[in-house]
Every structure is written in C-alpha cells, then in structure tokens.
T-cell receptor, first 113, second 113 residues
Framework: NAGVTQTPKFQVLKTGQSMTLQCAQD?????MSWYRQDPGMGLRLIHY???????DQGEVPNGYNVSRSTTEDFPLRLLSAAPSQTSVYFC????????????FGEGSWLTVV | GENVEQHPSTLSVQEGDSAVIKCTYS??????FPWYKQELGKRPQLIID?????GEKKDQRIAVTLNKTAKHFSLHITETQPEDSAVYFC????????????FGRGTQLTVWP
C-alpha cells in the first residue's frame, strides 16, 4: 500500500530525547491515526484525526503529541522519550467512502535506551 | 471505551484443517468488526469485515460470523495452508464514521504442513 508512507523505518533514541515520526498519505483520506504495537498487547490507538485541524486522543495518548495541518500529513511527536515508548508504530488512514476500512503504513521501529 | 477480548492467543493446526478464532466486545453500540492479518515484520492488512446488520460473511476460505446478542464474532478459516500462518487481529468500532477502532490482542496461527 504505497499510499501511506512512514519515516523513519528504524530509530534509536536516548531517554529524554524528542523526535517526530512522520506519516504522509496521497489518497486524500480524511482519517489518519497512530497505533503502537507491543508484544501480546495488540494494536493500541494513540491519537487520531478525522480531518485537517481536528485531532482526538485514543487509548494511550500520554507522552505523544499530534497535529493535522494538512490532509496529507499526520506527524507523531515524542516530547521526552522513555523506554516504555519502545514499540512499533503504525500510521493508518481511511475514508468513509471506502467502507470504514483503514490502511496501515509499513511501520516504524523505535527503540528508547 | 470498548473492550475487545480475543481467544486463543496461539493456535496450531495441521494443513487442511479448519481454524477458528473468537472475539468478544463490550460496547453494544459497536457496529463494525474487521479482521486483520499480520505476517512477520509486515503491516496488518484487512482480510474480511462484517457489519452489525449481517450475521455471516464469506470470502473463499474465510468466513466471519457475528452474534450481536452475545456480543461475539468469530473468524473461520477452512482448508488451512502454511501461508495462512500469521497473527490475526479482530477489532470493533461504533458509529458511522471512522474514529476509534479497538483491537484484540491477536492470535498467532501456525499451520503445519
């Protein structure tokens, strides 16, 4: 699904550092979201957006910020990385006109040491 | 919020046998139930979904059933093949627009040749 692009694919951070995971889509999907995936925990929603200028919290928002200034981009910011944020992060997009199906990006592997 | 429970966490079957994965949900207003397949190191991909106005849906060797009264839904894979080996996730959502999609913790399916 080349329509959802995540960068970087791999990143190692030191505790306390900040960074931004980028998500870009070219499918004109109104919905964009961030999930984290940890072993045995499934996929947990961090933040989501239903359109430019609109964001809302998911299940595990603490320690993360988002903004949606354009339809195409939905960056996820880690303000002060902690080892508990070591995870695989997936951006997902969708549109109501596609029947509520969401499409995942390839994932970003983040390690906080 | 919604609570989705998925069982079993691991499932091993012989090639050609059937596999069944079950999920329960807590929010009676949930009306959309997708299933995702995730191969090792890959992104989750939608394989089938069902809406609350339908009791069963089939797509070749895959079927999903929904029991709204009991608030559970199941994935059935017949004539399993080694390439069916993956982690399968169920999910649930309420409302007509994209928003919070809650996932189960996943089932690791292994199909032995």
């Amino acid at each position: 699904n080349a329509g959802v692009t995540q960068t970087p694919k791999f990143q190692v951070l030191k505790t306390g550092q900040s960074m931004t995971l980028q998500c870009a889509q070219d499918m004109n999907h109104e919905y964009m979201s961030w999930y984290r995936q940890d072993p045995g925990m499934g996929l947990r929603l961090i933040h989501y957006s239903v359109g430019a200028g609109i964001t809302d919290q998911g299940e595990v928002p603490n320690g993360y910020n988002v903004s949606r200034s354009t339809t195409e981009d939905f960056p996820l910011r880690l303000l002060s990385a902690a080892p508990s944020q070591t995870s695989v992060y997936f951006c997902a997009t969708g549109t109501v006109s596609s029947g509520n199906t969401i499409y995942f990006g390839e994932g970003s592997w983040l390690t906080v040491v | 919020g919604e609570n989705v429970e998925q069982h079993p966490s691991t499932l091993s079957v012989q090639e050609g046998d059937s596999a069944v994965i079950k999920c329960t949900y807590s929010d009676s207003a949930s009306n959309y139930f997708p299933w995702y397949k995730q191969e090792l190191g890959k992104r989750p991909q939608l394989i089938i979904d069902i809406r609350s106005n339908v009791g069963e849906k089939k797509d070749q060797r895959i079927a999903v059933t929904l029991n709204k009264t009991a608030k559970h839904f199941s994935l059935h894979i017949t004539e399993t093949q080694p390439e069916d080996s993956a982690v399968y996730f169920c999910a649930a959502k309420r409302g007509s627009t994209l928003g919070r999609l809650y996932f189960g913790r996943g089932t690791q399916l292994t199909v032995w040749p």
